[in-house]
């Protein structure tokens, strides 16, 4: 009964946002803040770049709220947004030229390079646990972005395969055959690495 009251008052709140209100998109925001945020992290794979893209979301949807007709559920047309400012991001990065991660610092007669400090905990910090997640995401993270999209929204955000299908504008059936897809690559690229798996 809690959910049904929890969905009438988030259509009460949408249908305030639509008419304008700014505290109602507020409270609309710190309802779904973290999913957002944790959905682009599990997109992107890298903070920054998380938070830009959970900025960008929340704009698309703070611009195209009045569009929202409730034909699926909210939760379901923020994901789609999420994800397609995700792939449209991927699209622009891949037609950029990518910079070295080195700059060279010219002194008087020689260059030095700069080190790029790597934010992440050392080897020996790291638990084998976080270690096995952090080999996960970068696996997931060298799959095609269609693939990563899918496997992210099952595996890590819990959406059935028709939200999925609502999500990526796809038919179930091509939901379910480019999830398994995705599975096989993915299984293929962990493969050299079940040593670490324990299995």
Request: with cysteine; net charge neutral; aromatic share 10%.
């Amino acid at each position: 009964m809690r959910a049904s009251v929890d969905l009438e008052q988030e259509r009460l709140l949408i249908q305030r946002c639509q008419k304008g209100e700014r505290d109602a998109f507020d409270i609309l925001f710190k309802q779904y803040e973290k999913r957002v945020y944790n959905l682009s992290y599990r997109l992107s794979g890298n903070y920054d770049e998380a938070n830009d893209i959970s900025v960008d979301a929340f704009l698309r949807v703070y611009q195209a709220i009045k569009l929202f007709r409730g034909d699926a559920n909210f939760s379901t047309w923020l994901y789609r947004i999420v994800t397609n400012v995700y792939l449209d991001r991927r699209k622009r990065q891949r037609n950029k030229q990518h910079l070295s991660l080195e700059e060279y610092i010219e002194l008087e007669e020689n260059s030095v390079a700069r080190q790029v400090e790597d934010p992440n905990p050392g080897p020996a910090m790291v638990m084998e646990s976080v270690e096995r997640g952090e080999l996960l995401q970068k696996a997931i993270g060298e799959l095609p972005d269609y693939q990563r999209a899918m496997i992210v929204l099952y595996h890590k955000e819990g959406l059935a395969y028709e939200e999925i299908a609502e999500v990526m504008s796809l038919p179930i059936g091509t939901v379910k055959s480019r999830l398994n897809r995705a599975r096989l690559v993915l299984r293929e690229k962990l493969e050299p690495l079940k040593e670490l798996f324990g299995n």
